[in-house]
């Protein structure tokens, strides 16, 4: 058990449409950090939510954007689907670490995206 | 722009055999340091870390890692490998003070390693 949940585990879009991920963290994690993960690479961070606020942001673009709830979880959604973003997305969280140096995220399964 | 480099893409080995992972980053400042496992349908978990102090730090499952400053690196090591230990490997890599502690991790872009029996 990964502690980190994500839905749905598969999906499949056609160009052009919109789609939403879902995440719960490990009880006690306050912080959401998402990663996208093509094929024979390693995970690409795409940001990080944490107070319900996008505190940090990868080199993706705006269609790539998301949310947090009060009760922590999160969603990313991806608008104007192209091929390209096939691919796993992992969620992964921690407790927010404030000055401390990072201890390291809890990763989820992740949600296979296809898009055809 | 910081990144990381795994060396090999694809390493086959036998059972007993040992070992070495390569890993080298490029960001001058201080890091945190990260060797993950992705078992063929797993998620991503934490072999170990490294934050300062003892440069050679052992993980679980057999596993440690030695970060080598001068040479920006951090090779994962075992010396006798099990054929339960085919996964791929990911190296990552934390920049200190980099939008406060908090940063991304950034990721080569892994390893298979393949056991055979």
């Known amino acids: 058990d990964a502690g980190v949940t994500q839905s749905p585990t598969h999906l499949i879009k056609t160009r052009g449409q919109q789609v939403t991920l879902r995440c719960s963290p490990k009880?006690?994690?306050?912080?959401v950090s998402w990663y996208q993960q093509a094929l024979g690479q390693g995970p690409q961070f795409i940001f990080q939510?944490?107070?319900?606020?996008?505190?940090q942001r990868g080199n993706f673009p705006d269609r790539f954007s998301g949310h947090q709830f009060p009760n922590y979880s999160s969603e990313l959604n991806v608008n104007a689907l192209w091929l390209g973003d096939s691919a796993l997305y992992l969620c992964?969280?921690?407790?927010?670490?404030?000055?401390?140096?990072?201890?390291?995220?809890?990763f989820g399964s992740g949600t296979r995206l296809t898009v055809v | 722009a910081q990144s990381v480099s795994q060396h090999n893409h694809h390493v086959i080995l036998s059972e007993a055999a040992s070992l070495e992972l390569g890993c080298n980053y490029s960001?001058?400042?201080?890091?945190?340091l990260f060797w993950y496992v992705q078992y063929p349908g797993q998620h991503l978990q934490l072999l170990l870390k490294?934050?300062?102090?003892?440069?050679l730090v052992k993980g679980i499952k057999g596993f440690e890692a030695e970060f080598i400053k001068s040479k920006f690196s951090f090779n994962l090591r075992k010396p006798s490998v099990q054929w339960s230990d085919t996964a791929e490997y990911f190296c990552?890599?934390?920049?200190?003070?980099?939008?406060?502690?908090?940063?991304?991790?950034?990721f080569g872009k892994g390893t298979k390693l393949s056991v055979k029996p």
């Open positions: 992964a969280s921690s407790p927010d670490q404030g000055v401390r140096p990072l201890w390291g995220y809890t």
């Open positions: 490294y934050f300062s102090g003892d440069p």
């Open positions: 960001y001058g400042g201080t890091v945190n």
């Open positions: 009880s006690g994690h306050d912080t």
């Open positions: 939510y944490y107070e319900e606020e996008e505190r």
């Open positions: 990552a890599v934390n920049a200190r003070g980099y939008g406060g502690s908090q940063g991304n991790l950034i």
